[in-house]
């Protein structure tokens, strides 16, 4: 058990030196949305900066996202570290097509994720003790984005977590724990994890962090602007999350040479307000933040 703690221990270390509202107006999702700062463009004040509440993290706080599908068809992507029956750690890598997408024919279906912040605990399984992390639950997923999760968690360095602000520290990780059923050929000893940035860099629009096995993966923090639609009077943070080249070794023959790319925006005070999914330059889903709540409130 100790070696155990130890392998995630050391991984999640090795990760991290990679590094370098309410009723929210809605639109049709379809067209994309460019983050071009306004002409003449003002950073965010040391003030400003610290009173930005990134991705709020409030037990209770709940989002539900209307998903469109895109020109093509989106992806799923995952990586997952199982330690196998022999004590080693394999990487399982796939970029596959949503198989709820094959059950309908209807394109201009609107699919829905609702996730909700359930839990702080100090103890995320698997070796993991993150003195500040967030358990989310899945309470609608129509799609499947996190279709066999065991467990999801936000991880977050120290700073100051009950805000998030940008100042603080916005390195954040998503750690999902996957059953080990799931593990191919029934190679796993116990349950696997995927580990990866959903935000980065304490001042945004300054760096790119590359992570994932061989650096499979890597994401941008952009410029914040201050004229997003519908979000004109927050400051929104933009970030840019690239996936490399995967080529199906299982016979499936879904293989992706060029990856894809994900865009993502979060508003001060919301969290991630839109997303959008790109596979070979054409739009292949789009994520838009329909209702948002914080507890009590």
């Not at 984005?145 to 968690?153: H, L, P, T, V």
């Not at 001042?203 to 914040?224: H, I, K, Q, R, V």
């Amino acid at each position: 058990m100790k070696s155990r703690v130890i392998l995630y221990v050391f991984f999640c270390l090795a990760l991290l030196l990679f590094m370098s509202t309410c009723g929210l107006k809605n639109d049709n999702g379809s067209t994309p949305i460019a983050s071009t700062p306004t002409e003449t463009f003002i950073y965010p004040s040391d003030d400003e900066l610290n009173s930005i509440v990134i991705l709020p993290t409030d037990i209770g706080t709940e989002w539900t996202y209307a998903i469109h599908i895109g020109d093509v068809d989106p992806v799923r992507y995952r990586e997952i570290y199982w330690e196998a029956l022999d004590g080693t750690t394999i990487s399982y890598r796939k970029i596959e097509f949503f198989p709820e997408l094959a059950k309908s024919s209807d394109r201009s279906r609107t699919y829905y994720l609702t996730m909700q912040v359930s839990g702080q605990p100090k103890d995320q399984g698997l070796g993991f003790h993150w003195d500040h992390a967030a358990e989310l639950t899945i309470v609608r997923d129509d799609l499947g984005i996190y279709d066999g999760a065991k467990q999801i968690f936000w991880l977050v360095p120290p700073g100051d977590y009950t805000k998030l602000v940008v100042g603080a520290g916005t390195e954040v990780s998503e750690m999902v724990i996957y059953p080990k059923e799931m593990a191919p050929g029934g190679i796993a000893k116990q349950d696997g994890l995927s580990l990866r940035f959903i935000l980065n860099c304490r001042m945004p629009g300054t760096c790119e962090s590359s992570y994932g096995g061989d650096n499979t993966e890597s994401l941008a923090s952009l410029l914040p602007v201050n004229n997003f639609p519908y979000y004109e009077n927050k400051w929104v943070f933009p970030y840019e999350r690239k996936v490399g080249p995967y080529i199906d070794t299982t016979g499936s023959g879904a293989s992706f040479p060029n990856g894809f790319v994900e865009k993502v925006w979060y508003a001060d005070h919301v969290g991630m307000v839109r997303l959008e999914q790109w596979l070979d330059n054409q739009l292949s889903m789009t994520w838009v933040l329909e209702s948002y709540s914080l507890p009590n409130k």
